[in-house]
């Protein structure tokens, strides 16, 4: 049977209830009579033949670049950067793609006889990579054949003698990035496209940049005006991203993009009903549910966070494209759309969405409140191209826990964000001119930063961005099932259930508005007309 | 009440605990049904399978089919000496002659012979498939167009040590008369190497009639076929069995099905005779005109063949009609 497209399903008596992620569990929820519910495209056929598709694809570059054989020569001066612990969600099944990646990409250097070889670790201000993560991201193989010999480097923005600045773009954006990569004969870039965002010159220029850099395209003016961030022609970040990306091209680092996508296939045959519609489950599927939502009830969140961390996605990989970073990126574009798209019709008064355990900036770590903001109202919310999904001064109800809790290794400058900044302000502008710069430059963030394994002291303040364009849109947000504390502290509205966050919305919306529901997973773009 | 309290809850159990509803808004479409030709009949051959439709067969349908068709067999000699799995041949002018061949097979054959059943009849529900696949052993044919997987199938059971039963007129005969023979058997014969036994089943359509067409059923006439048709009722019959037959060299296997059928016609023929007089109809030195294709009938009207058709075994009816 041949794969079908996203739907969008209208509710009505005979609907069953709908699935709603909440945090490290589910739960179902019955919509109101005429809601609608976007449901994501089925997953794509998966390479059959992975390697042979990523040899294939460096063999054969699409844009102004040679075959990457041609590009390397004894003598070089060769980096592999690779995209880090944030990408795919969750971690997929063994091998992951980048592992295959930049095991071609090594088998091809070795046969030119290139002997100056160094990986890094493309994480722009997140945190790094612990040692079993390296190993499932990159192989056993590639880990032992370059960490012990200290060529397997995960990019620090904070480290002065490894930055080179290489000028400023016409609208006055520094650029200055990683100096390895871009003192490199050829860098490669090797890319996991999860969504439309991600990919394009946003690796190098994002990935491999400092905190100088990031802040040009990293802050409230930019954010609210990405509308959104996956509708690359109307993003200001993206925009911004292509200036720093076409400059670096002219400085004369060239790179070599690989990109790939994958298909949608997110959990394993045992939460295989996460991703079917609800009244498509089976027997096994109801049964799956009632055991493991019960169980989850049953256990601390600490080991359900456990369990859901150590789940490994079947991800397959759906294509894979080399070359010139802007062409493959418009290949990638279109496979990822190809993937996730789904038409709908007009916009809504209410947005609801569960939102799940993880997030690109918490794997293997705690979902904290201003990850839950980021992930509904600068993720899910954004997941959209023409209109937003909501109706400007509509109201988006999400579903979470929304608990205080902080991985303190991880986000320590999130702690001091939660108490320092939200306890002061929510709007991302104020926050931007008075507090930003004090976490950014503060020494005992930077050096957990360095040393440890913590996202930047000013990373907080992005996340809060990233939901800059939505909280400027919204009417109201409402957060069911959450710790009503945290999420006053975060500006939100609590509610205790759905039906009461439907009557608060009403306070904004009307008695009668319309609804819409992202369900969730797998991941959808929604392409409103 | 508790239990009354528990059915309650059972009755109002909503999803996840009932099945979910279809929403009216989304067509609902065709469910994906693996049965017919897809049916995956493998299990039905598993140990335990075996073991559970062996204790059914020798326990229940033997006894209930020696009471309700008292059998004549004659032939069973020919099997005696066989070794290895052969494909049975038979005519076929009922429901019942499956289960009334099987129960007179030696038990060696009994247990380990499988049923070339109609994939459109027999297996076009689950349910069906099922019970087919259990109690017979059946396995789905394509019985209007040659299928590549059908024949697939057939030839690897025979080759793994199943003996087949397959009706060669590829269903049951409208009037009683025997149909012309199909291919399949001789083919399967051809191709794995495996010797056909002809067989004549006689009477069985007394047993169980077929229930006519639509439109064909003749208007309220007392004890025609068409008022008991799918009815069952109790009446002798008789099973003969011929000598296995293999292909001649170079014989290809639309002269062998010939043959196949000429050896069941001759069989046919010694219902009312015997062995002797069966072979001098169809000797190569005197033949008698048409003896050949007797069991096919007489080119005549519909009563005229109904007429002609052949009686129950004599010794059934003295059973029967006791002096």
């Known amino acids: 049977m041949s794969r079908r497209p996203g739907f969008v399903l209208e509710v009505d008596k005979s609907t069953p209830p709908t699935l709603f992620w909440n945090g490290e569990g589910f739960t179902l929820e019955t919509l109101p009579e005429g809601s609608r519910v976007i449901y994501a495209p089925e997953p794509m056929k998966a390479l059959e033949d992975p390697y042979g598709a990523i040899r294939h694809a460096l063999l054969h570059p699409v844009g102004d670049r040679d075959p990457l054989p041609a590009l390397l020569r004894p003598g070089m001066k060769l980096t592999i950067c690779f995209d880090d612990i944030s990408l795919p969600l969750p971690q997929m099944e063994a091998p992951d793609i980048r592992q295959m990646v930049i095991e071609t990409v090594l088998d091809m250097a070795a046969e030119a006889g290139v002997d100056d070889v160094v990986l890094v670790a493309a994480l722009a201000l997140h945190r790094r990579m612990t040692e079993p993560e390296l190993r499932h991201a990159l192989g056993d193989r590639v880990y032992d054949a370059f960490a012990p010999h200290g060529l397997l480097t995960q990019h620090d923005a904070e480290d002065p003698d490894n930055l080179i600045y290489l000028g400023q773009t016409d609208q006055g954006e520094d650029v200055e990035i990683n100096k390895r990569a871009a003192t490199s004969d050829l860098l490669v870039y090797v890319n996991i496209n999860l969504v439309s965002m991600d990919g394009g010159h946003k690796s190098v220029a994002t990935g491999l940049a400092s905190y100088r850099s990031l802040r040009h395209h990293h802050n409230p003016q930019t954010m609210r005006h990405s509308r959104s961030f996956m509708d690359q022609p109307s993003s200001e970040l993206h925009s911004s991203n292509w200036r720093l990306g076409r400059l670096i091209a002219e400085s004369g680092v060239t790179v070599f993009q690989i990109e790939t996508t994958l298909n949608n296939d997110t959990f394993p045959s045992n939460f295989a009903f996460l991703q079917k519609r609800e009244w498509e489950w089976s027997l096994r599927d109801r049964a799956t549910y009632g055991a493991t939502s019960t169980a989850l009830a049953k256990v601390p969140p600490r080991l359900s966070r456990q369990i859901f961390h150590s789940i490994r996605s079947p991800h397959a990989l759906a294509s894979v494209q080399a070359g010139e970073v802007e062409a493959v990126h418009a290949l990638t574009t279109a496979n990822v759309w190809a993937q996730q798209g789904v038409d709908v019709e007009g916009q809504t008064d209410i947005l609801t969405m569960g939102l799940p355990y993880i997030c690109p900036y918490n794997v293997n770590s705690i979902m904290n409140p201003i990850l839950v903001a980021c992930l509904g109202l600068g993720y899910f919310f954004n997941m959209y191209r023409g209109k937003p999904l909501v109706r400007e001064g509509g109201v988006v109800i999400m579903r979470h826990p929304t608990r205080p809790e902080f991985h303190p290794g991880h986000h320590p400058s999130y702690i001091d964000f939660y108490e320092q900044v939200l306890t002061q302000t929510v709007d991302p502008t104020e926050m931007h001119k008075e507090f930003e710069e004090s976490f950014a430059t503060d020494p005992w963030y930077v050096h957990l930063y360095r040393t440890g394994h913590a996202y930047h002291g000013v990373h907080p303040f992005y996340m809060w961005y990233w939901c800059a364009h939505a909280l400027a849109h919204v009417g109201r947000v409402i957060v069911v099932g959450g710790d009503a504390k945290a999420v006053r502290r975060l500006g939100f509205s609590p509610a205790s259930s759905l039906n009461d966050a439907l009557e608060i919305a009403s306070d904004v919306v009307g008695p009668s508005p319309t609804l819409t529901h992202l369900h969730n997973p797998p991941i959808l773009m929604a392409d409103v007309h | 009440m508790a239990g009354s309290g528990l059915r309650g809850r059972v009755r109002t159990a909503r999803f996840p605990l009932a099945a979910p509803s279809w929403p009216t808004t989304v067509e609902r479409p065709d469910p994906e049904r693996k049965v017919g030709l897809d049916y995956d009949h493998e299990w039905s051959r598993r140990y335990p399978v075996r073991l559970a439709r062996a204790v059914v067969m020798d326990n229940v349908t033997r006894p209930v089919a020696r009471l309700l068709a008292p059998p004549t067999v004659r032939g069973l000699e020919h099997l005696q000496h066989l070794d290895g799995p052969v494909i049975f041949a038979a005519n076929h002018a009922s429901h019942i002659d499956t289960p009334l061949l099987l129960t007179t097979l030696p038990v060696e054959f009994r247990h380990r012979t499988i049923v070339a059943a109609a994939s459109d009849y027999f297996f076009d529900r689950t349910w069906k498939s099922v019970l087919w696949s259990f109690s017979l052993a059946a396995i789905p044919i394509e019985r209007s ?179």
């Open chain 2, 145 to 323: 167009k040659v299928n590549r997987k059908s024949a697939d199938t057939a030839a690897e059971l025979l080759e793994e040590g199943w003996s087949l039963v397959i009706f060669p007129e590829g269903g049951r005969s409208p009037d009683g008369w025997t149909q012309p023979f199909r291919g399949g058997a001789a083919y399967l014969a051809r191709r794995t190497k495996r010797p056909v036994v002809p067989v004549y089943l006689h009477g069985t359509r007394h047993v169980l009639p077929k229930t006519p067409e639509p439109g064909t059923r003749a208007p309220g006439g007392s004890g025609s076929e068409s008022s008991r048709g799918g009815r069952l009722r109790r009446s002798p019959i008789a099973v003969l069995f011929g000598a296995p037959m293999t292909p001649d060299e170079g014989e290809n296997a639309h002269r062998f099905s010939d043959r196949v059928e000429a050896a069941v016609a001759t069989l046919s023929r010694e219902v009312h005779s015997d062995w002797w007089q069966a072979r001098r109809a169809v000797s190569a030195v005197a033949p008698v005109a048409g003896a050949e294709t007797a069991h096919r009938g007489p080119e005549a009207p519909d009563w005229r063949r109904a007429w002609a058709l052949d009686q129950p075994p004599s010794r059934s009816r003295r059973a029967e009609w006791p002096d």
